[in-house]
């Protein structure tokens, strides 16, 4: 064989094991994307599972990881490095905070719904209509909030206590949550007679039926209006799939759910 014939030999193999390499390159599986981080509300934990199978349904290739805890809590932990890209919150001072603070996108935050405050109880009816005279219709040994210091329903519960000239308490002790999730639990095990918790959780699958509430009617808690903002982290807005994950909670199916739940959409 001639040195021409050496030579056309040689660039046939490597023309084809340059194809072979390409074709392994093409096969192989992409690399997945790292789970979206959601740090979220206590009070959404009830409609976070059925946000989350309708995300999955919309982009299945998406993951999420979801922690919950006081917004106050939650903040404190991005200010702190923690590996979160989403922040929905139950106020909007918390993700305005983490923006001015520069730890968040500002033009990704965004209210999406805004939440119900209610007193419930599973010691019997209560009396009449309205909350204050559910409240003077007996006397109340134990009442459960949560921590207003972190959390906004807590802030919300408290101003109704002192709108309705129940602070400060004479023979009623408050039981305080670290979150409104946990006020409830306070409620459910009998650590508390009553409670102000999150509407969500009174109809969620595990409460629905159970005791007895009235909802808190929001000229109640002037100030604290319970609006709900989303906000991207510095890390999460540099991440299409967190995007993705916010521009679905302003959807139609997302806000639909969170209307199951008792939420309302976020005023104009």
Same mark, same amino acid.
Do not use: C
């Given at each position: 064989?001639?040195?021409?014939? #050496?030579?056309?030999?040689?660039?046939?193999?490597?023309?084809?094991?340059?194809?072979?390499?390409?074709?392994?390159?093409?096969?192989? %599986?992409?690399?997945?994307?790292?789970?979206?981080?959601?740090?979220?509300?206590?009070?959404?934990?009830? &409609?976070?599972?059925?946000?989350?199978?309708?995300?999955?349904?919309?982009?299945?290739?998406?993951?999420?990881?979801?922690?919950?805890?006081?917004?106050?809590?939650?903040?404190?932990?991005? #200010?702190?490095?923690?590996?979160?890209?989403?922040?929905?919150?139950?106020?909007?001072?918390?993700?305005?905070?983490?923006?001015?603070?520069?730890?968040?996108?500002?033009?990704?935050?965004?209210?999406?719904?805004?939440?119900?405050?209610?007193?419930?109880?599973?010691?019997?009816?209560?009396?009449?209509?309205?909350?204050? +005279?559910?409240?003077?219709?007996?006397?109340?040994?134990?009442?459960?909030?949560?921590?207003? #210091? +972190?959390?906004?329903?807590?802030?919300?519960?408290?101003?109704?206590?002192?709108?309705?000239?129940?602070?400060?308490? +004479?023979?009623?002790?408050? &039981?305080?949550?670290?979150?409104?999730?946990?006020?409830?639990?306070?409620?459910?095990?009998?650590?508390?007679?009553?409670?102000?918790?999150?509407?969500?959780?009174?109809?969620?699958?595990?409460?629905?039926?159970?005791?007895?509430?009235?909802?808190?009617? %929001?000229?109640?808690?002037?100030?604290?209006?319970?609006?709900?903002?989303?906000?991207?982290?510095?890390?999460?807005?540099? #991440?299409?799939?967190?995007?993705?994950?916010?521009?679905?909670?302003?959807?139609?199916?997302?806000?639909?759910?969170?209307?199951?739940?008792?939420?309302?959409?976020?005023?104009?």
């Amino acid at each position: 064989m001639g040195a021409r014939g #050496r030579q056309g030999r040689r660039a046939a193999v490597i023309r084809s094991g340059a194809a072979l390499l390409l074709a392994a390159f093409l096969a192989a %599986p992409l690399p997945a994307a790292a789970p979206v981080a959601v740090a979220a509300a206590a009070n959404l934990a009830p &409609v976070l599972e059925p946000l989350e199978a309708a995300f999955r349904a919309w982009r299945p290739a998406v993951k999420l990881t979801l922690t919950v805890g006081a917004s106050g809590s939650l903040h404190a932990q991005i #200010r702190q490095g923690a590996p979160f890209d989403v922040l929905l919150a139950a106020d909007t001072d918390y993700p305005r905070a983490l923006v001015a603070a520069g730890d968040a996108d500002p033009a990704t935050l965004r209210v999406f719904a805004r939440g119900r405050l209610v007193f419930w109880t599973l010691r019997g009816p209560l009396a009449g209509e309205d909350l204050r +005279t559910a409240l003077a219709g007996r006397p109340w040994a134990t009442l459960a909030l949560a921590q207003p #210091r +972190t959390a906004p329903y807590g802030r919300a519960a408290e101003a109704v206590l002192r709108e309705l000239g129940f602070l400060p308490a +004479t023979g009623t002790r408050l &039981v305080l949550g670290e979150t409104v999730a946990q006020a409830a639990q306070f409620v459910e095990s009998g650590a508390a007679e009553g409670g102000f918790v999150a509407l969500a959780a009174v109809l969620s699958p595990r409460l629905a039926g159970r005791g007895y509430w009235r909802e808190v009617l %929001p000229e109640l808690h002037p100030g604290v209006t319970l609006d709900h903002a989303a906000v991207l982290t510095r890390r999460g807005a540099a #991440r299409a799939e967190a995007r993705a994950f916010l521009d679905f909670l302003a959807g139609e199916e997302a806000q639909a759910t969170l209307r199951r739940f008792g939420y309302t959409p976020p005023v104009p």
